[in-house]
């Protein structure tokens, strides 16, 4: 049965969700989606973890003080930790998705005694590309053109960048808990756009820190993501820090689109 919760950070009231037992699999969605993203995963893998799915502040349910203050990467890794020592402060595994990963990275690598293995799907650690001063223009472009014309401008403008399209989204009608997410994601957008795109994208992932094998990172890409620039990010990432990248079921967010493979493959990784 699934429970939902809220928890006093500084600055936010974050919302988070808990449901199975076993240890704690704390997940962390990217951009401007919600805890809900993971509702077709989540039961899967309760029957081996009690997964925690949140809304990271800024977004949905999780309401900061402050809306207009700039996202900041150090603030996310922060309240994922505060979340994991109010689940009992023991290390947890992580899984984040995209920019969720930039922030399980950054928890992994400022708060190492939090965490046993991060998944980290993804990450859009854009800086760490050969071409990094082209693409973080491309990211203040994006920002930029919402500014000047609005959501579905800056939509399109980040979709072209990062090489996805609509046929990288979920196939077939959506289910209840999709529609209602699906509802709060599009009110999330301008803070994403405006308030996320630059810090998410410009973070640069504590890569020494995270070469010292404790906590373990893992380096997921989705099997049907080649050419996308989450994809060439994280592969840059796993070469970096000496890494070999997982390849798990399904695009970007192959947790919604592929829902069963990439539980059994997320169980088997987080095991080893």
């Known amino acids: 049965m699934k429970k939902t919760e809220t928890l006093q950070a500084p600055g936010a009231r974050l919302y988070y969700e808990v449901q199975g037992s076993g240890p704690v699999l704390l997940m962390i969605p990217g951009g401007p989606t919600d805890a809900g ?12 973890f009690t ?26 890794g922060d309240d994922a930790a505060r979340l994991v020592a109010e689940l009992g402060g023991e290390p947890a595994y992580v899984f984040g998705s995209s920019g969720g990963a ?14 046993r293995v991060v998944v980290a799907h993804e990450p859009p650690c854009v800086r760490l590309l050969p071409d990094a001063d082209e693409v973080a223009a491309g990211m203040e472009e994006v920002a930029s053109t919402y500014e000047r014309e609005g959501v579905p401008a800056g939509m399109q403008k980040f979709n072209e960048l990062i090489g996805m399209s609509e046929e990288d989204a979920p196939q077939g009608p959506p289910s209840p ?16 756009l405006g308030k996320g795109v630059r810090p998410i994208s410009t973070y640069r992932p504590d890569v020494e820190a995270l070469r010292s094998g404790s906590p373990k990172i893992v380096v997921g890409i989705g099997e049907s993501t080649e050419g996308q620039l989450a994809r060439r990010s994280a592969i840059a990432l796993a070469e970096q820090a000496g890494l070999e990248p997982v390849v798990f079921p399904g695009g970007h967010g192959g947790f919604a689109d592929a829902p069963e493979a990439f539980a059994a493959r997320l169980a088997e990784v987080l095991r080893a």
Do not use: C, K, W
């Not at 993203?37 to 081996?48: G, K, M, R, S, Y």
């Not at 922030?103 to 005694?113: C, T, V, Y």
């Open 102 to 115: 930039q922030i399980a990275l950054n928890l992994a690598a400022r708060h190492p005694e939090l965490v």
């Open 37 to 48: 993203i993971f509702a077709a995963v989540t039961p899967l893998l309760a029957e081996h």
């Open 177 to 192: 808990e999709q529609q209602e997410m699906f509802g709060r994601l599009m009110g999330n957008l301008g803070y994403f």
């Open 51 to 76: 997964v925690v799915p949140y809304d990271p502040r800024g977004n949905s349910r999780s309401v900061p003080d402050d809306p207009a203050l700039e996202q900041d990467i150090d603030v996310h």
